[in-house]
């Protein structure tokens, strides 16, 4: 519940525990879906709602850090494919659940700490998790 953003009828925004930027918010549905086609147009509606209200927040919450030079919005959705039986049986859509990805490309690190250890593929974050979603929660 630390890291709740908002939840609304169909949504929950959460900042993730681990996220290669900070100020990231991932939107999921209530809901087990695997694929933007099986949204109904009011949870679409209300999908493109959410997502207009934490560009807004992460907007207005990260630039007091300075300026915040452009907001990334990533869907996530299980692709189309052709079903075959496979011999373990495996069906994607049980398991894959869609999502949406919004975070701020760049944030001035004079005052976010966040480093990447050269050639590591790390990331290191000094930005606790639940505090930047008191900062964002609507």
Known sequence: ESRVVFSSDSY???????????????????RHMSRFSELTQDMTSEL????????????????EHGKVDSINVVFH?????????????????????????VFPSRIPRRTIENYIIPGSGIVVSSTRPKNIARELRF
């Open 12 to 30: 929950i925004g959460i900042v993730p525990f681990a996220s290669d930027a900070p100020y990231s918010v991932h939107i999921y549905p209530l």
């Open 77 to 101: 959705s299980l692709p189309f494919y052709k079903s075959v039986d496979s011999p373990n049986n495996s069906h994607p859509e049980e398991y894959y659940h869609l999502h949406v990805e």
């Open 48 to 63: 493109m709602q959410n997502i207009y209200s934490v560009l807004s927040t992460i907007n207005s919450g990260a630039s």
